[in-house]
């Protein structure tokens, strides 16, 4: 008996440190989305291929959120699992931006689908209040679905979309080699109308470009992947949101490598864009200035290697970066040079312009810029904590319930027991 109480007690401590633990705990991903709403980090799509960047495989576990109103570490980073609302869409590569007349919701644009994408909406909605997923009719011509695009949305809530390639996960591999694109299609995310950009003096079709919106409403197109490989960081290509005019920069200074798949940002400063990661080519994927600054106080634009202090981590493809108060927030990506997943979450600070730092803790109070909005949203904060609070009751719940069966189940043990022996003296000797 004093083994079977035991027990009981171990499997019943085991059950509730494992509640109390157990965090949900997200697959890592690479080609997957990072859409800042309020205190939010909204986290979307994906693959978990361990090969290569280019093997499509979806997960369901591809909609998940990080609040950064709170403090955290890299050791405790808490997540929160979005996967079981309907109608999640299973992708990789599509464009995601926060729009409506609000901002706060995640507008979805293409990207590659599992069993191609026939007859699958091409835009995607949903909205962080109600937390409800739509597929929204869209007026207007509406543009070929593509693979590893980004978008971009500007102050009026226009969405940018630019280039991609054509490939089975979009339906459409009809093509030979290379089904690049480079049209720039517009969604007014407010009126929910399409419309096509300027095609003069595009760059050249291509996918897994970075873009970056700058304060003067310009966006800031670099690198990229194209017929001919990576395309070079030396040519960048400005998209002028007010007049809709493309026009091409031969930038100077330190040229990073040519490359696809990195991220860009801009600086805290709006003088300067970070990019970072991304990989030369399948078979030789090491770029040389991983990590790179492009000046754009003067034109030409400046590019320029920063001073990093702190663990440097190995270089990510296909990653996220945001920049959240005084932090850039990188999330996976594909480690090229291991071929694994990267399973982290880096914060580099970017706070001190004469040196960056990579940090393993990050503190929203520490905050340099003014916040675009001053006081949270209120209700986005209710409906994540809300959220939470029911997966912890369904936890304590769970574990209630459980213990109440392993108590009957100790008491079916132990009549069993008695019954079988019954004279028996439990005792250490016995
Ligand atoms: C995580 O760690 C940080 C720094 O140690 C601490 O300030 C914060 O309260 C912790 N958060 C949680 C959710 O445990
Ligand atoms: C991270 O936070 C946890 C919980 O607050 C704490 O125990 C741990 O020491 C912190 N680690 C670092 C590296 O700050
Ligand atoms: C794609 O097709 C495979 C094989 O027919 C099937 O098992 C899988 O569920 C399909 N995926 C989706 C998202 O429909
Ligand atoms: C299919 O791909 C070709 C390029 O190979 C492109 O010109 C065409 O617009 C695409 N059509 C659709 C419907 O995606
Ligand atoms: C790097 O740090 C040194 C010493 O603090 C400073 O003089 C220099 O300007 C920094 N370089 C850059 C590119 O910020
Ligand atoms: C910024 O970094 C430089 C170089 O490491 C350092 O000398 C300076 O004190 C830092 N400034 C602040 C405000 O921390």
Redesign the pocket.
């Given at each position: 008996m004093k083994l079977l109480c035991c027990i009981y007690i171990l499997l019943l401590n085991f059950q509730l440190s494992y509640v109390l633990v157990k965090a949900y705990t997200p697959i890592p991903h690479f080609t997957h989305r990072a859409t800042l709403i309020g205190n939010k980090l909204y986290i979307l799509g994906g693959d978990t291929s361990k090969t290569s960047i280019f093997s499509f495989t979806p997960t369901k576990d591809d909609f998940f959120c990080l609040d950064v109103s709170a403090a955290f570490n890299t050791t405790n980073i808490t997540w929160t699992d979005f996967s079981n609302f309907a109608g999640t869409p299973i992708q990789r590569g599509a464009a995601v931006s926060a729009g409506g007349p609000n901002k706060d919701i995640i507008f979805l644009v293409g990207g590659a689908f599992e069993n191609s994408s026939y007859g699958i909406p091409l835009v995607y909605t949903f909205d962080t209040v109600k937390n409800v997923w739509n597929t929204p009719i869209i007026k207007g011509t509406q543009p070929t679905r593509r693979d590893f695009i980004y978008s971009i949305i500007d102050v009026t809530g226009k969405m940018y979309i630019f280039g991609g390639s054509y490939n089975t996960g979009t339906g459409n591999s009809t093509g030979t080699t290379g089904n690049y694109e480079n049209r720039m299609d517009i969604l007014d995310t407010i009126e929910l109308t399409w419309s096509i950009g300027s095609q003069l003096q595009a760059p050249t079709p291509r996918d897994g470009y970075s873009a970056t919106l700058l304060p003067n409403g310009i966006i800031a197109y670099i690198g990229g992947y194209g017929v001919n490989g990576p395309t070079n960081l030396k040519e960048i290509y400005l998209y002028d949101t007010k007049n809709n005019a493309w026009e091409t920069m031969i930038t100077v200074g330190t040229i990073p490598d040519a490359r696809a798949h990195h991220s860009s940002v801009l600086g805290l400063n709006n003088d300067r864009i970070i990019i970072y990661g991304g990989f030369y080519s399948t078979t030789s994927p090491a770029v040389a200035h991983d990590f790179s600054v492009l000046d754009i106080r003067n034109k030409p634009y400046q590019w320029f290697t920063p001073?990093i202090s702190g663990t440097i981590p190995p270089t990510p493809t296909a990653h996220t970066a945001n920049v959240v108060g005084r932090y850039m927030i990188v999330t996976y990506g594909f480690i090229y040079s291991q071929k694994y997943i990267n399973p982290d979450v880096y914060f580099l600070d970017i706070g001190?312009d004469?040196?960056y730092e990579w940090v393993t803790s990050f503190d929203p109070k520490l905050s340099l810029t003014p916040s675009p909005n001053p006081s949270p949203n209120p209700s986005l904060i209710q409906n994540g904590s809300s959220i939470s609070i029911g997966t912890m009751i369904g936890a304590i719940i769970g574990t209630f319930i459980g213990g109440i069966l392993l108590t009957i189940f100790g008491l079916m043990i132990y009549r069993w027991y008695k019954r079988k022996h019954p004279r028996a003296i439990p005792t250490h000797g016995s």
């Open positions: 001073n001190n004469s040196e």
